[in-house]
């Protein structure tokens, strides 16, 4: 109870985690650090609530910090390990000693190797200051191109359209969230993304930016097509932060290689959230979301404090575009078997896959209840009826075989 | 301003001064209480501040159909179930009393 507990990363997990200590009654030193200037603050605006005024929304106030004893070193760059001497190095060359380290170093977006990536008006999209400049090119109506139909591109695409700018979507697979979402759903939300005005490209393989006087212009692409944008959004995935991690020889395979309780190969260094590769389900997993970072500093309170283990939970996340309020849980195999509940026409409706009757995953949209069942399905392992289960007369829990 | 008093998995209860316009949720993350986890921040998304409203349930607008819903499927709900974040308060709300269940995943 009275470690020394250095935080590396102020996102969602790293915060989260602080605060659990506190709540556990953890006496000991916690100090919290972040490379951006701001106090933790909620990520999920940024893509979703971005043109408004709800787009900066911290997770806590200032003066808690203060009164829960938690020191936040804001705008401070850890950018050393010893794990011989377990100190930890930040770039203004002070020296920190641990006796718990957790990397919640988090991810950055991917870059996009193409000439003209640098110019003016192309940006991408982690953090507030970023969501500020997709802010104000929405105000100028500035015609918009996103490199990458991906959750993020998606969710930007849905505000700015709402916002009366022009878009276009291009998307190197044959569909949306080719890598995140089955088949059906990517084919639904590109046709609600149709209907609201967005142009979607698919097959889009990037060449170059063009610009004049330093800004964006143009995006081009290899077979020649050039679609005009003053304002470049590129959503190409994101890749972990593990730098630290690797210079101090932990085990990394394209993410920071974690337990179940968040152990890396150091016994005195945790790791947790997008930066992590963690079990889930039989597989080891990167997941980059809010549900993932709030279990792994669940996981981490327990493993720093002796608690019980945190139980293993459904995968889950949300994303919400136009009026459709999406959430989707369990990992969506590449080929599923899918039931359909509810009308994708009508904006309610989910898409249950299973193998043999067995859930593996929902994906639902202004479907609350299919959500929460389908969450309980996976975690029971029950197995449904799926001619009862697509019958939205039939309630849901009439569905499962008993 | 409106006290509510939180009965939390531990047993332990507080008392806590939560000023109007915010939420019972919110009341709860900013003096750190466990119980409610509050991940999507007050959106009516994620389900996982789920409390009992044992006193004080007439002064708050009924549950959404997406709150009914949400709640229909919740851990351990009752008929007095309602998500925190969509429980706003008012200068009228006195005496309002709520049990945090263990299950906000």
Known sequence: ?402 | MPKVTYSLPDGTVHAIDVPCGQSVMDGSVRNNLPGIVAECGGSCSCATCHVFVEEGQSFFDEPTDEERELLEFADGARPDSRLSCQLILTEDCQGVRVTVPDTNG
């Open chain 1, 1 to 402: 109870m009275s470690d020394r507990v250095l935080i590396v990363g102020a996102g969602h997990a790293g915060a989260t985690l602080a605060g659990l200590l506190r709540q556990a009654g953890h006496t000991g030193p916690v100090h919290l650090f972040g490379d951006e200037p701001e106090l933790p603050y909620h990520r999920p605006p940024l893509s979703k609530k971005f043109a408004g005024g709800e787009l900066e929304q911290w997770l806590r106030p200032a003066e808690f910090y203060r009164e829960q004893d938690i020191a936040v070193h804001v705008g401070e760059h850890v950018v050393e390990i010893d794990r011989a001497r377990r100190t930890a190095c930040t770039a203004s060359g002070t020296s920190h000693s641990y006796d718990h380290l957790v990397l919640a170093t988090g991810a950055r977006p991917r870059a996009l190797p193409v000439p003209g990536a640098e110019l003016a008006g192309v940006v991408s999209l982690r953090t507030l200051a970023d969501a500020r400049a997709l802010r104000t090119s929405i105000a100028q109506r500035r015609p918009m191109v996103i490199i990458g139909g991906g959750y993020i591109g998606l969710e930007v695409a849905a505000v700015a359209r709402a916002n009366g700018v022009e878009v276009t979507v291009l998307e190197r697979e044959d569909r949306v969230l080719a890598r995140v979402a089955s088949p059906h759903l990517s084919e639904i939300l590109a046709a609600h993304h149709r209907e609201q005005g967005t142009k979607i490209v698919t097959g889009a393989a990037v060449s170059r930016l063009d610009g004049h006087d330093g800004r964006v212009r143009a995006v081009v692409l290899k077979d020649g097509t050039t679609i005009p944008g003053e304002s470049v959004l590129v959503g190409v995935g994101a890749v972990p932060r593990d730098e630290l991690a690797i210079a101090a020889g932990l085990r990394c395979e394209q993410g920071i290689v974690v337990d179940a309780h968040t152990r890396t190969s150091d016994p005195h260094i945790l790791a947790i959230g997008d930066v992590t590769r963690r079990p889930c389900q039989d597989f080891l997993v990167r997941l980059e979301s809010i549900p993932s970072a709030t279990e792994q500093a669940k996981q981490a309170a327990a493993t720093i404090l002796g608690g019980t283990p945190v139980a293993a939970e459904v995968p889950w996340f949300w994303s919400d575009q136009f009026d459709l309020k999406l959430k989707i849980a369990g990992l969506v195999p590449p080929r599923p078997a899918t039931i359909v509940r509810g009308d994708p026409a009508t904006g309610r409706f989910a898409l249950f896959h299973h193998d043999g009757g067995t859930v593996t995953a929902v994906e639902s949209a202004n479907s609350p209840a299919e959500f929460m069942a389908g969450k309980k399905f996976i975690a029971s392992g029950a197995r449904v009826d799926p001619a009862r289960l697509a019958d939205d007369r039939v309630p849901l829990r009439d569905a499962v075989i008993a």
